[in-house]
């Protein structure tokens, strides 16, 4: 129900933007969330915003790196990525936070190379 997209390969120090989308229901009065996987590891939380794009959250390794952002209740949200790092090489997804297993998409994948 939540679909992920802009996913790619890029150099280290590089940018992108990743988009969600909901279909099928609406998300826009709850918080969103990003989530990363790299391989052999766990699913690790990136970022959330709330349902209005006023508050966000970020985890320590993105900070000050990725923004969240979202329009006023809308069932769509972005994330820009900078200076991004060969440790952020992973498949990215949306959800709710705390995140609902119905809801995990195919996830889009990022690919920071050194």
């Known amino acids: 129900q939540l679909a992920e997209s802009g996913g790619g390969v890029v150099q280290a120090g590089g940018s992108l933007k990743l988009s969600c989308v909901a279909s099928?229901?609406?998300?826009?009065?709850?918080?969103l969330a990003w989530f990363r996987q790299a391989p052999g590891k766990e699913r690790e939380f990136v970022a959330k915003?709330?349902?209005?794009?006023?508050?966000?959250w970020y985890a320590d390794s993105v900070k000050e790196r990725f923004i969240a952002s979202r329009s006023y209740g809308a069932s769509t949200m972005d994330l820009h990525m900078n200076n991004l790092k060969p440790e952020d090489t992973a498949v990215y997804y949306c959800?709710?936070?705390?995140?609902?297993?119905?809801?995990w998409g195919s996830g889009t994948q990022v690919t920071v190379s050194s």
């Open positions: 915003i709330d349902w209005d794009g006023q508050r966000t």
């Open positions: 099928k229901r609406p998300f826009g009065s709850v918080p």
């Open positions: 959800n709710v936070d705390p995140p609902v297993t119905a809801y």
